[in-house]
């Protein structure tokens, strides 16, 4: 006996849920943090880059050819911006952020990860002249206020003596990085959502088979037991193939600098899951840190 496919009209519906989709989005990319720490040691960051999107390509596939074929004119003429895309959203992004893991804690690379919204509104306003509102500058300054709480532990005196390492620094750089692909979004050409991923998962997958093939010559080791294979599959499914699915449809539905501002449901998300795998410790100033995070998100995304 198969089972029935969902109503047409609860995908419809959860197709325009910008909200729920751009959290679901934050979920899976925290998990997602918290597993390339866990990882570390068991993966090389580059090749675990390439065989998520490799993964995710392939998965994606079968489901994408149809529309992929009726949208190839159209993609075609766009090659370059697909290029960009593939290179600024999945390749250079990912793996700066898989190797910044192997030198900081999952914590920090969360709290990190959650100032994304200040590299979207810098680049849509470089890019394109897209300015903030009043309100959604308010929302990030709230936010980002929460996760300088977290990250100084409270002690907001700390912040003259605070210290980046170099995995700290490797996950603003993906931060950068992954801002250009979130502004250039607003340009993606008119084609089905299937299309556009499939198209930017291949390209970015193809990119990283180098780098990824000279990390495992220059002997950095890849352990393959249960960890790495179930690591992976979460990788490609969740992270790489539902999330941007979801992130691209909420940036079309409510433009990036109202859904950027979900970026910083990150830590809230990842905290729980770090502490339950990792054995990280949460504490007060966490939690106050989350309530400002939290508010500041409210504030940004709406209209």
Known sequence: MTT??????????FANQPYL????????????????RFVAGHVPPITLSCVRWIGAFLLMLPFAWTPLRKDWPVIRKHIPLM?????????????????????TQA????????SGPLYVALWSLILFGIRLSLVQLLGIVISMTGVFVILLRGDLTALAGIEINKGDAMLAGALLVFGIYSAMMIKRPVTHPMSLIAVTTGFGALMTVPVSLWELNAGRPLILDTVTFLALAYAVIFPSTLAYLFFNRGIALIGPNRAAPFLQLMPVFGSVMAIAFLGETLQLFHLTGYVLVLSGVFIASRR
């Open 107 to 114: 914590l920090n690379g969360l709290l990190i990860q959650s």
């Open 83 to 103: 290029l960009l895309l593939a290179l600024t959203g999945f390749a250079a992004n990912t793996a700066l952020a898989y190797a910044g893991l192997q030198y």
């Open 21 to 36: 989709l751009l959290s679901l989005t934050s979920l899976f990319w925290a998990g997602n943090i918290v597993l390339g």
């Open 4 to 13: 029935p496919a969902p109503p047409r009209s609860l995908i419809s519906w």
